[in-house]
């Protein structure tokens, strides 16, 4: 007596050879990324066959995702050790209202004073684009320059 079901490394497999041509047409430094995505899917082979999904393809997606977030937590440890040694305030970082201070005054965050001049380059831009109109839109005439 042989299996019923085909074993997830050899549905895995299918799926990789279903994507061959994507893989063949995707530009050459995309593939070992591509490839990676695999790579990823048969190190959790063993997890995906208790699983036995009626779609593979949703146990390969799930892997992906899990080394994904496993690589975001690591990436996001190395990016703390960092910023403790920069003395950054983690809380900080994380919070909205941090950044977006850090992104609207960056020379208030270096602690060298205030910046030359009463206007930011934000709002530069902000009057530029009021001036012109919408930055997605190209000019018409008789638009607001003629």
């Known amino acids: 007596m042989g299996r019923t079901n085909p074993t997830f490394r050899d549905r895995l497999s299918g799926i990789e050879r279903e994507f061959a041509d994507y893989r063949r ?3 050459r430094r995309d593939r070992p990324h591509f490839d990676r995505l695999f790579a990823h899917a048969r190190a959790h082979a063993d997890a995906c066959s208790y699983l036995n ?8 997606l799930f892997s992906v995702a899990l080394e994904q977030e496993a690589r ?3 990436l996001d440890a190395r990016l703390g050790a960092l910023e ?12 909205v209202d941090g950044a977006q201070a ?16 009463d206007r ?7 009057d530029d684009l009021d ?3 919408s930055a997605d ?10």
Do not use: K
């Not at 839109?137 to 003629?146: A, H, L, N, Q, S």
């Open 53 to 60: 999904h009626d779609a593979p393809l949703a146990a390969v």
């Open 84 to 95: 403790a040694e920069a003395g950054i305030d983690p809380d900080e970082r994380r919070s």
């Open 72 to 74: 975001l937590a690591a």
């Open 102 to 117: 850090r992104l609207e005054r960056p020379w208030t965050a270096t602690g060298d004073g205030e910046r030359g001049g």
């Open 131 to 133: 001036r012109s109109g």
């Open 120 to 126: 930011d380059a934000a709002s530069a831009v902000g």
């Open 25 to 27: 047409a995707l530009r």
């Open 137 to 146: 839109e190209p000019d018409r005439p008789g638009g607001p320059d003629g």
